[in-house]
């Protein structure tokens, strides 16, 4: 199956925080048996593939992909709104309702954001990484990676625990030996 842009602003307002403009294209392969949807997707083969140029997300949320802290509090006292997209690329595998990341990447003028994980659609569970390489030097940022975690109508999301912990040990650190060095 293919499509041809798909309205990016109708699948952000399903999630009733973020927005977005543009059209998104792509591809679906499946080769599945099942009585419903979540047969059909839960025993599904294939792949699916995603391209989007030009168009834009809510600063918001590529702020918050990359723990961009100062500018996520501008984003959401409303400057800016909106990031323009200048490329996404998604290829996902389906293997026996096993989605899996093969390539996530999302480029805006602010970020680079990476993806990897899997989403496995037989018990509708979802484990996926965000790493986020901030365009320019930002002050208040965190580099370290968001986990998507659990179940899919409710996933927890959060900062990877361990490599947060290790960031903030070497700040501290610095902060202690070096002060200037800390920032």
Do not use: Y
Request: charged share 15%; aromatic share 2%.
């Amino acid at each position: 199956m293919d499509f041809d842009h798909v309205d990016v602003a109708r699948l952000m307002a399903a999630t009733h925080m973020f927005g977005g403009a543009g059209a998104i294209g792509g591809h679906l392969d499946i080769l599945t048996a099942g009585n419903s949807l979540a047969q059909l997707l839960g025993n599904g083969d294939g792949g699916l593939r995603l391209l989007m140029t030009g168009g834009d997300l809510s600063a918001l949320l590529v702020d918050l992909s990359g723990l961009e802290l100062g500018n996520a509090i501008l984003s959401a006292l409303g400057m800016p709104q909106r990031t323009p997209v200048e490329c996404m690329i998604t290829d996902l595998s389906l293997r026996k309702g096993l989605l899996d990341t093969r390539t996530f990447l999302l480029v805006t003028k602010e970020a680079n954001v990476h993806g990897s994980g899997w989403a496995n659609l037989r018990n509708e569970t979802v484990d996926l990484k965000l790493n986020t390489k901030a365009a320019h030097f930002s002050i208040g940022s965190l580099h370290t990676p968001i986990e998507i975690k659990g179940p899919l109508k409710s996933p927890s999301i959060r900062p990877e625990v361990g490599e947060l912990a290790t960031r903030g040990g070497i700040t501290g650190a610095l902060g202690v030996l070096m002060p200037p060095l800390a920032g």
